[in-house]
């Protein structure tokens, strides 16, 4: 057997897409950030807030990945935002050809940032690139504080850490979540993560959050 080196990477059908995407995205000059977390940790809920409170500053456009159904798509709608919903039919993960054909269908030259929301699921997104700028992890006070070290690609990964539902902790609700722990678990993995404890609920924390996010959109036009 004869093993010939051309010296050229040979780049996976995801991989194509996911450089198409990222050089459509950089062309244009547009943010776009992949939340990746476990089912219910608030995604959906964050991106309505950050939508409807940041409407007059940046303009947002969301990719929603689910398994099934277009509930997300719904709530997204009803912010005003433009939105396309991919079912992926089972597969945990969205893939760069679906997010590729979601760019084509929204109204990418007239937005500032554009979110994926990724299929629930801590762990299989973290392992497929869609060209995006950046991933950013969300993770709940009701998933416990031990999860950035069990499951540790998605946050040395991310740009990005929200931690979610903090207005849980000290409500007199039985929650042991030790936040300064999850911090140092994820700064372990990932030293230049920026890191962010909010409740999408109540909108405690939230300003860091968008200030972060108008800094990162001026970054990507400048
Ligand atoms: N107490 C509290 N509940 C929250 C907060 N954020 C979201 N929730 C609730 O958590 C549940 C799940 O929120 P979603 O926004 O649907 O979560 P998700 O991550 O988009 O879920 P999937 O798309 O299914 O993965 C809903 O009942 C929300 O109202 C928060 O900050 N505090
Ligand atoms: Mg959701």
């Known amino acids: 057997m004869y093993k010939v080196n051309v ?3 040979i780049l996976s059908a995801n991989e194509e897409y996911a450089l198409k995407n990222s050089r459509l995205l950089t062309e244009q000059k547009k943010l776009c950030l992949n939340m990746i977390s476990s089912p219910g940790s608030g995604k959906t809920t964050i991106l309505t807030r950050t939508i409807t409170e940041l409407k007059d500053k940046i303009k947002i456009g969301v990719i929603e990945g689910d398994i099934q159904t277009d509930i997300d798509a719904e709530r997204i709608r009803a912010t005003k935002a433009p939105v396309v919903q991919i079912n992926t039919d089972g597969a945990c993960h969205l893939s760069a050809a679906q997010v590729n054909s979601a760019l084509d269908k929204l109204p990418v030259s007239d937005l500032d940032l554009i979110f994926i929301e990724n299929v629930g699921n801590l762990v299989c997104p973290s392992a497929f690139e869609l060209g995006e700028t950046g991933k950013i992890a969300v993770l709940s006070v009701a998933e416990g504080d031990d999860k ?3 499951y540790p690609a998605i946050f040395a990964k991310s740009k990005a850490l929200l931690i979610n539902k903090i207005d849980l902790l000290g409500a007199g609700v039985q929650i042991d979540f030790d ?9 372990k993995l990932n030293k230049s993560i920026e890191i962010f404890s909010i409740s999408a609920k109540t909108g ?5 959050w968008y200030d972060w996010l108008k800094t990162e959109v001026k970054k990507i036009q400048s």
């Open 148 to 150: 950035p070290a069990k």
């Open 204 to 208: 405690r924390g939230m300003t860091d």
């Open 7 to 9: 010296g050229k990477k």
């Open 179 to 187: 936040i300064e722990r999850a911090k140092a678990d994820a700064r």
